[in-house]
């Protein structure tokens, strides 16, 4: 019986990536644009039409020599010393690289590997009153609270492996993933961070064994920059 978690890897893999809108502003209110290798533009594409282009497009992605995952465009690799998270390049950055201490900021959009794919959150969605899109900014490395990761472990190690600029795909497992309701990132909406914690916390659920298809997270995540302290 496959694994949800292997079911993730191989479904994800070949789905192509939701529309980046990146009207971004950061602290220092500086606008970042993403966009892909043509003929796919994701700033000035529909939803619809951008889910009818062919899944073969995401290996057209640039990645750079010095990428760690430029030996493995298009397909999963584990990043080192996450505990599991497996991560697909979706295109590769030309930043610095975030070490603890570090302030970054993100976008992400999450999904659960059940519930079809549900997506419980995107940045993207998270407009200030100008209308821009509000990355989710954390301190790298920033320690614990009640002896639980502030931020849940499988995101700061795939932010922890990419260049600002740069896009990444993750299946992050269970252990990587939520471990309290108090972990960020948090969704900003009540009735989707409830359906989100009920699914992963199911008591009846997990005790029949099915933690791994409750918790299994799928984010793709862009590095907007980083703050050196």
């Not at 750079?64 to 465009?73: L, P, V």
């Not at 610095?96 to 900021?105: F, L, Q, S, Y």
């Not at 002896?147 to 497992?173: D, H």
Request: net charge positive; no cysteine; aromatic share 10%.
């Amino acid at each position: 019986m496959i694994s949800a978690f292997s079911a993730a890897l191989t479904t994800y893999q070949l789905s192509f990536p939701p529309p980046l809108q990146s009207q971004t502003r950061n602290r220092t209110r500086i606008r970042s644009h993403i966009q892909t290798v043509n003929p796919v533009n994701l700033l000035t594409t529909t939803r619809r039409s951008l889910l009818h282009h062919s899944a073969a497009a995401i290996l057209l992605f640039s990645l750079s020599g010095s990428d760690a995952f430029a030996e493995s465009a298009g397909k999963f690799v584990e990043i080192a010393g996450s505990g599991g998270v497996n991560a697909l390049v979706l295109r590769a950055g030309s930043g610095d690289t975030p070490k603890d201490g570090d302030e970054v900021a993100i976008h992400y959009y999450g999904r659960l590997a059940a519930k079809q794919g549900w997506r419980f959150d995107s940045t993207y969605d998270h407009k200030d009153e100008t209308g821009y899109s509000i990355p989710f900014v954390f301190t790298v490395g920033s320690g614990k609270f009640d002896n639980i990761l502030k931020v849940i472990p499988g995101i700061e190690a795939a932010v922890k492996s990419m260049k600002v600029g740069g896009i990444l795909r993750t299946v992050i497992p269970p252990s990587q993933g939520y471990q309290s309701t108090s972990q960020e990132p948090i969704p900003p909406n009540f009735f989707d961070r409830q359906r989100l914690f009920t699914t992963i916390f199911n008591p009846t659920r997990l005790a029949n064994g099915e933690g791994s298809t409750l918790g299994t997270l799928i984010f793709d995540i862009e590095l907007v920059s980083i703050r050196r302290s």
